[in-house]
């Protein structure tokens, strides 16, 4: 989804005597909080609006220092942005980089093409939007009225997609959805988008609402539409032939898959060259599906770059070690491997991963672990929390933000900066989410080698 300011302007409005200008998200909440206690009216406006500004300001520059002052700027001392001497990374959009909006055009008709064929939806959902490429995570489908939003740092609604064309106003936005937070832990409604996968079903969404305009008013129809687009997402990721999803990417891997560069292959060679240091694959993807990308972009001797493999990881509950219901480590795949190259293994947790490194890389000591992602909630997040390691959070869409070498705060400022913050200016649900996950942000894995030479 594009972001563009809404039709309205933001207005200023006087707080009591002491005429305090106050924006829009403030506003609606001092509006509930004076429906609660009109007594108490003006103490408490000016009490939360304070907070609030003291809160928002320093969110805002916390979040541009840990964004923009690695790898542009020199890393602060103390270790922060330090990766330690174990060192592991998810495969699909961080060792894996996609070509868009080719790899966006090919999981969107995919898609369309199983829902078309399979479930009899128009012909019209065949037509690749022009703006398929634009719709970025951290969105949130909400499921009860089939529209895409935007939330600020606090998940007040802040912009609206109704299709491929409209947006709504904000006099809309407060008539359909009002002006309190939304509570993304109703599952049941609302879906955020998380990963680069996931971003084209919200055009296939918002494709359909306009070649039906009922949509929104339909829960029967929203119901089949979104069960039938989950089947469709994984069958396509699940090799159902109908898609022709594999097989373009098994046919030209090259028109989806960026080919990496020498410099951070012999970058990835070297984090397993001292003593005490070791690399390592934790991915969700299958077996097969590594196989068919991961040549693609690094060549046919990729495996020799780690020194453990695991797929079918069922991140996040891989990071739970707790968690006793878990499948054990065990080799997937039955093909012959050449000496020196690290097995695969599927399922199991992050302890029994760490128990194997101990006897391939050597170590009695806790080892010291930084986890590469992109899914800020299953790979980063869950690291972070689960496991206590450090995270490193791969962001493609920083690249988009318009700034080659932002100075401080400078995110929030460039005119392309809508991943980040809100059509009001403020930062954005998805920007508080990076804030809060990661310890170092990054847009590409070739930014950690590079700073590395450095």
């Known amino acids: 989804m594009e972001d563009r300011a809404d039709q309205t302007t933001e207005s200023s409005s006087s707080l009591g005597d002491e005429d305090v200008e106050c924006t829009e998200e403030a ?194 129809a929203l119901r089949r539409f979104f069960s039938h687009t989950h089947e469709a997402f994984s069958m396509a990721f699940g090799g159902d032939s109908t898609t022709g999803f594999l097989r373009a990417l098994r046919d030209n891997p090259q028109q989806y898959i960026v080919r990496r560069s020498p410099a951070l292959i012999q970058w990835l060679r070297s984090l397993r060259a001292g003593p005490g240091q070791c690399s390592f694959i934790v991915t969700n993807a299958s077996v097969d599906f590594m196989n068919l990308v991961m040549p693609a972009a690094f060549g046919c001797d990729w495996r020799y770059l780690f020194d453990a493999i695991v797929v079918s990881a069922h991140k996040p509950a891989f990071f739970d070690s707790a968690d006793h219901r878990r499948s054990a480590l065990i080799e997937a795949g039955d093909e012959e491997l050449p000496n020196g190259a690290p097995r695969v293994y599927q399922g199991g947790t992050c302890h029994e991963l760490v128990q194997y490194l101990r006897g391939r890389c050597g170590g009695n000591q806790p080892p010291q672990v930084s986890y590469v992602g992109d899914h800020l909630l299953t790979d980063v997040g869950a690291a972070k929390t689960k496991a206590g390691w450090s995270t490193v959070a791969v962001v493609e869409e920083l690249e988009e933000q318009g700034d080659e070498q932002p100075s401080h705060g400078a995110q929030f400022s460039t005119p392309h900066a809508g991943y980040l913050i809100t059509p009001q200016g403020q930062p954005s649900y998805w920007a508080r989410v990076i804030h809060e996950s990661a310890d170092i942000t990054v847009s590409d894995v070739e930014q950690l080698c590079c700073v590395s030479q450095q």
Not at 83 to 108: A, K, Q
Not at 110 to 130: E, I, N, Q
Not at 136 to 146: C, E, F, N, S, W
Not at 210 to 215: D, E, I, K, N
Request: aromatic residues 8%.
């Open 27 to 220: 506003e609606a909440i001092l509006v509930e909080l004076m429906e609660k206690n009109r007594q108490q009216g003006k103490r408490l406006r000016m009490h939360y609006y304070s907070k609030l500004t003291a809160m928002a300001s320093r969110a805002t520059l916390d979040l541009a220092a840990s964004i923009n002052n690695f790898p542009h700027g020199p890393p602060p001392k103390g270790g922060r942005c330090a990766l330690s001497p174990w060192v592991g990374f998810d495969m699909d959009h961080t060792l894996l980089r996609y070509r868009r909006p080719e790899f966006d055009n090919l999981v969107y008709t995919s898609m369309a093409t199983r829902l078309v064929k399979k479930h009899g939806y128009p012909k019209g959902l065949l037509a690749v939007p022009a703006n398929v490429g634009t719709m970025q995570r951290g969105l949130v489908i909400d499921m009860k009225y089939g529209m895409v939003l935007k939330l600020d740092w606090a998940c007040h609604v802040a912009h609206v997609q109704l299709n491929t064309y409209r947006s709504l106003r904000r006099e809309e936005i407060v008539s359909v959805y009002g002006e309190a937070p939304v509570n993304l832990s109703e599952e049941e409604r609302w879906m955020v988008l998380t990963t680069g996968f996931e971003t084209p079903m919200a055009i296939l969404l918002l494709r359909f609402a306009v070649l039906r305009p009922s949509l929104h008013k339909d829960a029967e």
